[in-house]
């Protein structure tokens, strides 16, 4: 059986989810793989720097101001 990756997709919470920390999300899929899987809330405030971010998802940055992500619509 073919492994089916979900980079680049979105989970969305089931509203009868009773988890404090899932509960009402929007997950963006950054990366998963064989390696395991690496997303994003995007419809919640972060404490993250965007220079983290894009570091943590191996993404080349030359200048980058230590702005906080922003996220959500």
């Not at 989970?11 to 950054?30: G, H, K, M, V």
Request: hydrophobic share 40%; aromatic share 6%; net charge negative.
């Amino acid at each position: 059986m073919a492994k089916t990756y979900l980079t680049h997709c979105c989970l969305i919470a089931p509203p009868q989810l009773n988890d404090d920390f899932f509960a009402e999300t929007i997950i963006y899929i950054a990366r998963h793989d064989k390696q395991g899987a690496q997303g994003l809330i995007i419809n919640r405030p972060s404490h993250i720097k965007i220079n983290e971010l894009l570091t943590d998802l191996d993404i080349s940055i030359d200048v980058v101001k230590p702005h906080a992500v922003l996220e959500g619509g």
